[in-house]
Structure formats: C-alpha cells, structure tokens
C-alpha cells in the first residue's frame, strides 16, 4: 500500500471487507445512511492525505493514523464540564434543545432534502419538517450553511442551496457570499444592492435558490445573478448539462 493514494486504501478497504456490499442488499434509510457515512469517510481520506502528522515515537502507518484520526466520540456527559462549548448533534437528537446560536450545515440540494426526495412527496415533507426543527432550536441566531463545492467520494462536485432556505419568508433571509465578500438581490428593475433577501425578480416571480424548468435543459436551481432590467443574467445550475449563464428575459424559466 505504499505507493497507493490514502483514500484508495480506505476505499479498497471498505469494498475488500464487505460493508458496502452488506450494506447496498439491506433496504431502507438507514442502510443508504450508512453508505453515505462510508463514502464520507473515503471524502475524509481524501482531504488527510496532505494533513498528515505522525507524532514522534508512534511509527504508525499512515492508514492507521487515519483512522485514529477518524475515531469519533459522541460527547455525551462531557457538556457538565464544558458549558461554553460546541455541541455537534443530529437533527432528530436537537428535538426539544434550544440553544442562542445554532448552525445547520449542508443544506444543499441532493443532500438536504436527499436527491431522492424529490420523487417522494411524503419523505419530502418529513425533510422539511425536520429542517424546521433544526431552525426553531434557535433562540436568539441562525445560520444556514450550504457549500458550493463539495468533495464526494474522492471527487470535486458542484451543488445548489436547498430548496428549503428559498422556502423560508425573504425578510428572514440575510445571504453572504463569501467568495464575493458582498450580498446581492436578484431584481430585475433595480441595480445591484448590497443586501440579499432573496427577493424574487418583480417581473418574473423567480428567486436564488428557485427550482425552474427551461425548454431545452431541463429542471436546475437558480444559484447566482448580475446585471438589471432587460440584461439580468442568472446562473443555474441544470441536473443534466450543469451549470449555465442565461439571460433572463430570453430564456423563458418556468418556476417549478
């Protein structure tokens, strides 16, 4: 294992063990959870190859140092001795806690609400009763979290915010983009602003974070926006083609 990458250890590890074919035959959310976490791990490899720190006098290889790396501890009874702390939790085991601030990560399409959600009305409206439990935690704060680029199974992927952060009432919503070090307003009659409520455009009823259909590529996500009036330009993030930059008032979106 030498000359073979971390994360292609990890990964022929959990396929020379069994655990994704055991795991892939049982049926049910909780066996999809569990690949997921496998996968995640091999995502964790990925991001440790270069991280790697063997402390002196504990010649451990570098797979093993891994995974003690990887072990987690669940952190209960620790919270009597540190009060002011980070509690990191799930979201069904935040049901009845609150706290002053609350953070819910990964609120991303395909990952919150799950890809395979959106052809189950049902497992869609339990995701999104789940999201709200998550956001009534917090008392006094919240911040809704989504990553534009994500490492997935070894592999750079492109997402879109979820569904469920367009849902919730525009005044509520204050956007930051970090990577642009400003906030924006998707509005097609006003020049650019410097707060984003994702408000949608007057004239065509859309928003950052929308769901829309277009004609020739299919459903995708408003991600991004520039420009006003007849020359605003939105990106979305098409299932099938990807990304594209599209002229608002030619390309005929249709809200889903």
């Given at each position: 294992t030498r000359h073979i990458e971390l994360h292609e250890q990890v990964e022929h590890t959990l396929h020379a063990s069994g655990l994704i074919t055991y795991f892939s035959k049982e049926k049910g959310e909780k066996a999809e959870a569990r690949i997921e976490n496998l996968e995640e791990l091999v995502s964790a490899a990925k991001?440790?190859?270069?991280?790697?720190?063997?402390?002196q006098g504990e010649p451990l290889s570098e797979l093993t140092?891994?995974?003690?790396?990887?072990?987690?501890?669940?952190?209960?009874?620790?919270?009597d001795a540190w009060d002011d702390c980070v509690q990191l939790m799930t979201l069904h085991s935040s049901?009845?806690?609150?706290?002053?601030?609350?953070?819910?990560?990964?609120?991303?399409?395909?990952?919150?609400?799950?890809?395979?959600?959106?052809?189950?009305?049902?497992?869609?409206?339990?995701?999104?009763?789940l999201c709200y439990v998550g956001i009534t935690r917090a008392k006094e704060q919240l911040?809704?979290?989504?990553?534009?680029?994500?490492?997935?199974?070894?592999?750079?992927?492109?997402?879109?915010?979820?569904?469920?952060?367009?849902?919730?009432p525009a005044q509520y919503i204050d956007e930051?983009?970090?990577?642009?070090?400003?906030?924006?307003?998707?509005?097609?009659?006003?020049?650019?602003?410097?707060?984003?409520?994702?408000?949608p455009a007057r004239n065509s009823g859309l928003?950052?974070?929308?769901?829309?259909?277009?004609q020739k590529f299919g459903e995708g996500i408003i991600i991004n926006y520039e420009g006003q009036g007849k020359s605003t330009r939105v990106e979305v993030n098409f299932d099938e083609p990807g990304r594209k930059w599209l002229v608002l008032s030619y390309a005929n979106l249709q809200a889903i």
């Open positions: 991001g440790f190859d270069n991280e790697l720190e063997v402390e140092a891994f995974l003690t790396h990887a072990a987690l501890e669940a952190g209960e009874g620790q919270a049901k009845g806690l609150e706290f002053p601030l609350v953070f819910i990560c990964g609120l991303e399409e395909g990952l919150f609400p799950h890809q395979r959600s959106s052809e189950d009305e049902e497992r869609l409206q339990e995701e999104r009763r911040v809704l979290c989504y990553a534009e680029q994500r490492r997935l199974y070894g592999k750079e992927t492109w997402g879109a915010p979820s569904s469920f952060i367009a849902q919730i930051i983009r970090p990577s642009t070090g400003y906030k924006q307003t998707l509005n097609t009659n006003t020049p650019k602003a410097n707060y984003n409520y994702l408000e928003s950052v974070g929308q769901r829309v259909l277009h």
